[in-house]
Protein backbone atom coordinates (compact mmCIF):
# COMPACT_ATOMS: atom_id res chain seq x y z
CA UNK A 1 0.00 0.00 0.00
CA UNK A 2 1.71 3.47 -1.12
CA UNK A 3 1.81 6.46 1.31
CA UNK A 4 -1.02 8.44 -0.22
CA UNK A 5 -3.54 5.49 0.48
CA UNK A 6 -2.60 5.12 3.64
CA UNK A 7 -3.20 8.54 4.31
CA UNK A 8 -6.13 8.55 2.79
CA UNK A 9 -7.21 5.91 4.79
CA UNK A 10 -5.73 7.31 8.31
CA UNK A 11 -7.54 10.48 7.40
CA UNK A 12 -11.15 8.52 6.70
CA UNK A 13 -10.73 6.41 9.77
CA UNK A 14 -10.08 9.38 12.16
CA UNK A 15 -13.07 11.27 10.57
CA UNK A 16 -15.24 7.93 11.04
CA UNK A 17 -14.21 7.94 14.85
CA UNK A 18 -14.95 11.56 15.20
CA UNK A 19 -18.42 11.36 13.78
CA UNK A 20 -18.77 8.43 16.10
CA UNK A 21 -17.39 10.29 19.45
CA UNK A 22 -19.26 13.26 19.19
CA UNK A 23 -22.39 11.12 18.96
CA UNK A 24 -21.51 10.34 22.54
CA UNK A 25 -22.52 12.14 25.28
CA UNK A 26 -21.57 12.05 29.21
CA UNK A 27 -24.58 10.84 30.55
CA UNK A 28 -25.05 7.86 27.97
CA UNK A 29 -21.04 7.34 28.39
CA UNK A 30 -21.34 6.66 32.22
CA UNK A 31 -25.06 4.99 31.79
CA UNK A 32 -24.38 2.11 33.40
CA UNK A 33 -21.88 3.51 35.85
CA UNK A 34 -23.59 6.30 37.77
CA UNK A 35 -25.24 9.89 37.18
CA UNK A 36 -23.65 12.71 35.41
CA UNK A 37 -24.60 16.01 36.92
CA UNK A 38 -23.67 19.86 36.43
CA UNK A 39 -24.70 23.02 39.14
CA UNK A 40 -26.84 25.21 36.85
CA UNK A 41 -27.88 28.85 37.74
CA UNK A 42 -30.24 31.26 37.28
CA UNK A 43 -29.35 32.38 34.18
CA UNK A 44 -29.36 28.51 32.38
CA UNK A 45 -32.84 27.94 34.35
CA UNK A 46 -34.20 31.24 32.93
CA UNK A 47 -33.34 30.62 29.16
CA UNK A 48 -31.22 33.74 29.04
CA UNK A 49 -27.85 31.64 28.43
CA UNK A 50 -29.37 29.39 25.62
CA UNK A 51 -25.79 27.67 25.15
CA UNK A 52 -25.60 26.08 28.52
CA UNK A 53 -29.21 25.02 27.89
CA UNK A 54 -28.20 22.88 25.22
CA UNK A 55 -25.62 21.71 27.21
CA UNK A 56 -26.90 20.79 30.08
CA UNK A 57 -29.69 18.83 27.85
CA UNK A 58 -27.51 17.06 25.73
CA UNK A 59 -24.84 15.79 28.43
CA UNK A 60 -26.07 15.63 31.91
CA UNK A 61 -28.85 13.93 33.58
CA UNK A 62 -28.75 15.21 36.79
CA UNK A 63 -28.62 19.14 38.02
CA UNK A 64 -27.61 20.91 41.53
CA UNK A 65 -28.34 24.23 42.20
CA UNK A 66 -25.39 26.74 42.60
CA UNK A 67 -27.45 29.70 45.02
CA UNK A 68 -31.57 28.89 44.09
CA UNK A 69 -31.83 26.78 47.45
CA UNK A 70 -29.30 28.03 49.95
CA UNK A 71 -31.04 30.21 52.78
CA UNK A 72 -29.97 33.81 51.85
CA UNK A 73 -32.02 33.18 48.74
CA UNK A 74 -34.58 31.37 49.05
CA UNK A 75 -35.65 32.21 52.92
CA UNK A 76 -33.59 36.32 53.67
CA UNK A 77 -35.88 37.54 55.88
CA UNK A 78 -38.07 36.64 58.70
CA UNK A 79 -41.19 34.75 57.62
CA UNK A 80 -40.42 35.82 54.18
CA UNK A 81 -39.57 32.76 51.28
CA UNK A 82 -38.42 33.14 47.79
CA UNK A 83 -39.36 30.16 46.03
CA UNK A 84 -39.09 31.97 42.22
CA UNK A 85 -35.82 30.60 41.21
CA UNK A 86 -36.14 27.92 42.78
CA UNK A 87 -39.23 26.67 41.46
CA UNK A 88 -38.28 27.20 38.63
CA UNK A 89 -34.88 24.83 38.81
CA UNK A 90 -37.18 21.79 40.11
CA UNK A 91 -39.23 22.35 36.94
CA UNK A 92 -36.92 22.63 34.62
CA UNK A 93 -34.95 18.94 35.94
CA UNK A 94 -38.81 17.62 35.88
CA UNK A 95 -38.99 19.31 32.25
CA UNK A 96 -36.49 17.20 31.22
CA UNK A 97 -36.34 13.86 33.27
CA UNK A 98 -33.55 15.14 35.42
CA UNK A 99 -32.19 13.86 38.45
CA UNK A 100 -33.01 17.38 41.23
CA UNK A 101 -30.32 17.71 43.76
CA UNK A 102 -31.03 20.17 46.15
CA UNK A 103 -28.16 22.09 47.73
CA UNK A 104 -28.13 22.82 50.56
CA UNK A 105 -30.22 23.41 53.67
CA UNK A 106 -27.32 24.46 56.78
CA UNK A 107 -23.92 25.77 55.67
CA UNK A 108 -22.28 28.53 58.03
CA UNK A 109 -22.12 30.92 54.44
CA UNK A 110 -25.00 32.31 52.44
CA UNK A 111 -27.10 32.39 55.72
CA UNK A 112 -28.21 35.67 56.83
CA UNK A 113 -27.72 37.51 60.17
CA UNK A 114 -30.99 37.48 61.30
CA UNK A 115 -31.09 33.60 61.64
CA UNK A 116 -28.34 33.64 64.51
CA UNK A 117 -29.99 36.91 66.28
CA UNK A 118 -32.79 38.32 68.29
CA UNK A 119 -34.56 41.50 67.49
CA UNK A 120 -31.63 43.30 69.48
CA UNK A 121 -28.86 41.50 67.54
CA UNK A 122 -27.82 39.22 69.84
CA UNK A 123 -26.96 35.59 69.90
CA UNK A 124 -30.55 33.78 70.14
CA UNK A 125 -31.05 30.54 72.54
CA UNK A 126 -30.22 26.73 71.11
CA UNK A 127 -33.89 26.18 71.47
CA UNK A 128 -35.17 29.34 69.46
CA UNK A 129 -31.85 28.18 66.67
CA UNK A 130 -33.61 24.88 66.48
CA UNK A 131 -36.87 26.34 66.05
CA UNK A 132 -35.96 28.16 62.91
CA UNK A 133 -33.61 25.07 61.20
CA UNK A 134 -36.65 22.88 61.87
CA UNK A 135 -39.50 25.31 60.42
CA UNK A 136 -36.78 26.30 57.29
CA UNK A 137 -35.72 22.58 57.03
CA UNK A 138 -39.50 21.61 56.74
CA UNK A 139 -40.83 24.43 54.60
CA UNK A 140 -38.05 24.01 51.90
CA UNK A 141 -37.85 20.12 51.89
CA UNK A 142 -41.50 19.66 52.04
CA UNK A 143 -42.21 22.00 49.93
CA UNK A 144 -40.58 19.57 47.46
CA UNK A 145 -41.33 16.63 48.79
CA UNK A 146 -41.22 13.95 45.95
CA UNK A 147 -39.59 16.15 43.52
CA UNK A 148 -35.63 16.56 44.75
CA UNK A 149 -34.31 13.38 44.91
CA UNK A 150 -31.63 14.10 47.38
CA UNK A 151 -30.46 17.08 49.62
CA UNK A 152 -27.08 18.26 50.71
CA UNK A 153 -28.43 18.44 54.44
CA UNK A 154 -25.04 20.05 56.07
CA UNK A 155 -22.20 21.39 54.42
CA UNK A 156 -19.05 22.11 55.52
CA UNK A 157 -19.15 21.25 59.32
CA UNK A 158 -15.72 20.06 59.65
CA UNK A 159 -11.97 21.52 60.12
CA UNK A 160 -9.30 20.60 57.64
CA UNK A 161 -8.27 18.91 61.27
CA UNK A 162 -11.21 17.10 61.18
CA UNK A 163 -12.55 19.00 64.64
CA UNK A 164 -16.30 20.48 64.40
CA UNK A 165 -15.95 23.98 62.63
CA UNK A 166 -16.80 26.62 65.35
CA UNK A 167 -19.65 28.11 63.29
CA UNK A 168 -22.69 29.86 64.79
CA UNK A 169 -24.84 26.36 64.31
CA UNK A 170 -22.62 25.01 66.20
CA UNK A 171 -21.21 27.70 68.93
CA UNK A 172 -24.85 28.22 69.58
CA UNK A 173 -26.72 24.47 69.02
CA UNK A 174 -23.55 22.37 70.06
CA UNK A 175 -22.08 19.38 68.22
CA UNK A 176 -25.94 17.62 67.48
CA UNK A 177 -26.83 20.52 65.40
CA UNK A 178 -25.86 18.02 62.36
CA UNK A 179 -27.85 15.44 63.85
CA UNK A 180 -30.93 17.75 63.98
CA UNK A 181 -30.54 18.55 60.70
CA UNK A 182 -30.82 15.20 59.14
CA UNK A 183 -33.69 14.68 61.61
CA UNK A 184 -35.84 17.76 60.37
CA UNK A 185 -34.45 16.36 56.90
CA UNK A 186 -35.90 13.18 56.99
CA UNK A 187 -39.57 14.17 58.84
CA UNK A 188 -39.73 16.43 55.75
CA UNK A 189 -39.45 13.92 53.23
CA UNK A 190 -38.84 10.42 54.61
CA UNK A 191 -38.22 9.43 50.54
CA UNK A 192 -35.54 12.09 49.85
CA UNK A 193 -31.44 10.73 50.01
CA UNK A 194 -29.81 12.90 52.54
CA UNK A 195 -26.34 13.60 52.27
CA UNK A 196 -23.40 15.37 54.31
CA UNK A 197 -21.39 17.59 51.93
CA UNK A 198 -17.54 19.19 52.53
CA UNK A 199 -14.26 19.58 50.61
CA UNK A 200 -10.80 18.36 51.41
CA UNK A 201 -12.17 15.17 52.13
CA UNK A 202 -9.49 13.44 50.74
CA UNK A 203 -6.72 14.81 53.30
CA UNK A 204 -6.39 12.26 55.97
CA UNK A 205 -7.32 14.08 58.89
CA UNK A 206 -10.29 15.82 57.80
CA UNK A 207 -11.67 12.12 56.21
CA UNK A 208 -10.85 10.79 59.45
CA UNK A 209 -13.46 13.38 61.24
CA UNK A 210 -16.17 13.15 58.60
CA UNK A 211 -15.53 9.31 58.74
CA UNK A 212 -16.64 10.18 63.16
CA UNK A 213 -19.06 12.48 62.28
CA UNK A 214 -21.14 9.46 60.08
CA UNK A 215 -20.41 7.24 62.06
CA UNK A 216 -21.60 8.75 65.25
CA UNK A 217 -25.08 9.56 63.49
CA UNK A 218 -25.61 6.34 62.01
CA UNK A 219 -24.86 4.52 65.29
CA UNK A 220 -27.58 7.22 66.34
CA UNK A 221 -30.29 5.72 63.96
CA UNK A 222 -29.83 9.05 61.69
CA UNK A 223 -30.62 8.18 58.20
CA UNK A 224 -26.79 9.43 56.06
CA UNK A 225 -27.44 7.80 52.02
CA UNK A 226 -24.08 9.06 50.94
CA UNK A 227 -21.16 11.68 51.82
CA UNK A 228 -20.57 14.56 49.27
CA UNK A 229 -16.87 14.62 48.19
CA UNK A 230 -16.57 18.08 46.24
CA UNK A 231 -14.26 17.66 44.03
CA UNK A 232 -12.52 20.79 43.96
CA UNK A 233 -9.31 19.84 42.66
CA UNK A 234 -5.92 21.06 41.40
CA UNK A 235 -4.03 19.09 38.79
CA UNK A 236 -1.84 17.07 41.35
CA UNK A 237 -4.13 17.42 44.39
CA UNK A 238 -5.60 14.50 45.61
CA UNK A 239 -3.26 12.17 44.73
CA UNK A 240 -4.78 8.86 42.85
CA UNK A 241 -3.72 7.51 46.33
CA UNK A 242 -5.80 9.73 48.13
CA UNK A 243 -8.68 9.85 46.14
CA UNK A 244 -8.84 5.70 46.16
CA UNK A 245 -8.14 6.16 50.01
CA UNK A 246 -11.10 8.37 50.67
CA UNK A 247 -13.78 6.33 49.01
CA UNK A 248 -12.71 2.62 50.34
CA UNK A 249 -12.97 4.72 53.57
CA UNK A 250 -16.84 5.73 53.45
CA UNK A 251 -17.44 2.58 51.33
CA UNK A 252 -16.67 0.19 54.44
CA UNK A 253 -18.19 2.47 56.40
CA UNK A 254 -21.72 1.69 54.62
CA UNK A 255 -22.28 4.94 52.80
CA UNK A 256 -22.69 5.82 48.96
CA UNK A 257 -20.17 8.18 47.24
CA UNK A 258 -21.30 11.45 45.44
CA UNK A 259 -18.70 13.34 43.90
CA UNK A 260 -20.81 16.54 43.89
CA UNK A 261 -18.68 19.91 43.24
CA UNK A 262 -16.12 18.64 40.31
CA UNK A 263 -13.53 20.73 38.76
CA UNK A 264 -9.62 21.19 38.22
CA UNK A 265 -7.83 24.35 38.84
CA UNK A 266 -4.94 25.00 36.15
CA UNK A 267 -3.99 27.73 38.15
CA UNK A 268 -1.16 28.13 40.43
CA UNK A 269 -2.06 27.75 44.50
CA UNK A 270 -2.41 31.09 46.43
CA UNK A 271 -2.36 28.76 49.80
CA UNK A 272 0.55 26.15 50.60
CA UNK A 273 -2.82 23.40 50.67
CA UNK A 274 -5.72 23.31 48.64
CA UNK A 275 -8.74 25.26 49.84
CA UNK A 276 -12.31 26.66 49.32
CA UNK A 277 -11.77 29.61 51.70
CA UNK A 278 -10.67 33.03 50.62
CA UNK A 279 -7.54 34.70 51.15
CA UNK A 280 -8.55 38.26 51.63
CA UNK A 281 -4.92 39.55 51.17
CA UNK A 282 -4.25 38.04 47.89
CA UNK A 283 -3.73 39.82 44.53
CA UNK A 284 -4.48 39.02 41.07
CA UNK A 285 -0.58 39.17 40.12
CA UNK A 286 0.74 37.92 36.43
CA UNK A 287 2.38 35.05 38.04
CA UNK A 288 -1.53 34.15 39.77
CA UNK A 289 -3.36 34.20 36.31
CA UNK A 290 -0.88 32.85 33.78
CA UNK A 291 -3.35 32.03 31.18
CA UNK A 292 -5.39 35.50 30.82
CA UNK A 293 -6.08 34.91 26.82
CA UNK A 294 -6.04 30.97 26.30
CA UNK A 295 -4.31 27.52 28.02
CA UNK A 296 -1.43 25.91 26.24
CA UNK A 297 -2.14 23.03 24.81
CA UNK A 298 0.62 21.53 27.18
CA UNK A 299 -1.78 22.52 29.92
CA UNK A 300 -4.94 20.99 28.32
CA UNK A 301 -3.05 17.85 27.68
CA UNK A 302 -2.32 17.88 31.09
CA UNK A 303 -5.82 18.38 32.57
CA UNK A 304 -7.16 16.09 30.16
CA UNK A 305 -5.02 13.84 31.60
CA UNK A 306 -5.95 14.23 34.88
CA UNK A 307 -9.68 13.85 34.56
CA UNK A 308 -9.23 10.32 33.06
CA UNK A 309 -7.18 9.63 35.62
CA UNK A 310 -10.38 10.15 37.90
CA UNK A 311 -12.79 9.25 35.84
CA UNK A 312 -11.27 5.80 35.92
CA UNK A 313 -10.78 5.85 39.85
CA UNK A 314 -14.61 6.70 39.96
CA UNK A 315 -15.57 3.58 37.88
CA UNK A 316 -13.19 1.22 39.70
CA UNK A 317 -15.36 1.97 42.44
CA UNK A 318 -18.26 2.59 40.86
CA UNK A 319 -20.70 0.20 43.25
CA UNK A 320 -20.54 2.88 45.80
CA UNK A 321 -20.62 6.03 43.24
CA UNK A 322 -23.74 7.52 42.80
CA UNK A 323 -23.22 10.71 40.95
CA UNK A 324 -20.19 12.90 39.83
CA UNK A 325 -21.64 16.38 39.47
CA UNK A 326 -19.10 19.29 37.65
CA UNK A 327 -19.14 22.44 39.54
CA UNK A 328 -20.50 24.45 36.34
CA UNK A 329 -21.29 23.66 32.75
CA UNK A 330 -18.36 25.50 30.59
CA UNK A 331 -15.45 27.61 32.20
CA UNK A 332 -17.11 31.13 31.49
CA UNK A 333 -20.05 29.39 34.50
CA UNK A 334 -17.01 28.81 37.13
CA UNK A 335 -16.44 30.32 40.55
CA UNK A 336 -12.86 29.19 39.88
CA UNK A 337 -12.48 32.90 37.69
CA UNK A 338 -12.81 35.13 40.89
CA UNK A 339 -11.65 32.18 43.98
CA UNK A 340 -9.45 33.10 45.85
CA UNK A 341 -8.26 36.04 43.75
CA UNK A 342 -10.66 38.04 42.06
CA UNK A 343 -10.33 38.61 38.13
CA UNK A 344 -8.12 35.66 36.87
CA UNK A 345 -9.14 33.31 34.12
CA UNK A 346 -9.63 29.49 34.84
CA UNK A 347 -10.33 26.61 32.55
CA UNK A 348 -11.48 23.99 34.98
CA UNK A 349 -14.33 21.96 33.28
CA UNK A 350 -14.78 19.98 30.28
CA UNK A 351 -16.42 22.53 28.29
CA UNK A 352 -14.24 26.19 26.99
CA UNK A 353 -15.78 28.98 27.14
CA UNK A 354 -17.72 28.99 24.21
CA UNK A 355 -19.00 25.71 25.15
CA UNK A 356 -16.86 23.51 22.60
CA UNK A 357 -15.65 20.37 24.19
CA UNK A 358 -12.09 20.59 25.40
CA UNK A 359 -9.85 17.73 25.07
CA UNK A 360 -10.38 16.67 28.87
CA UNK A 361 -14.04 16.05 27.64
CA UNK A 362 -12.92 13.55 24.98
CA UNK A 363 -10.18 11.90 27.37
CA UNK A 364 -13.30 11.43 29.66
CA UNK A 365 -15.68 9.58 27.00
CA UNK A 366 -12.52 7.65 26.27
CA UNK A 367 -12.17 6.18 29.70
CA UNK A 368 -15.75 5.49 29.82
CA UNK A 369 -15.48 3.42 26.35
CA UNK A 370 -12.06 1.68 27.66
CA UNK A 371 -13.82 0.18 31.19
Same mark, same amino acid.
Given at each position: ???????????????????????????????? !???????????????????GIKLIESQFNSITPENMLKWTLVHPQPNVFDFR??????????????? &??? $????? $???????????????????????????? $????? &??????????????????????????????????????????????????????????? !???????? @???????????????? &????????????????????????????????????? +??????????? @? +???????????????????????????????? @???????????? $??????? &???????????????????????????????? #?? @?????? #????????
Open positions: MNKTLRSVIAAALASWSFVLFAQTTLKDAFKN !SFLVGAAVNRAQISGEDSRAADGYVEFGERHRMV &VIG $HTLIW $HKQTPNWVFEDEKGNPVTRDLLLKRMRD $HIHTV &VGRYQGRIHGWDVVNEALNEDGTMRQSPWMTIIGADYVEKAFQFAHEADPKAELYYNDY !SLENEAKR @KGAVALLNKLMKAGIP &VTAVGLQGHDTLDWPTPQQQDESIVAFEKLGVNVNIT +ELDITVLPRVT @K +EPAAEPNPNAENTPALNPYPNGLPDSVQQALA @KRYADLFALFLK $HQKAIRR &VTFWGVTDADSWRNNWPVRGRTDYPLLFDRRG #VE @KPAFEA #VIRTAQAK
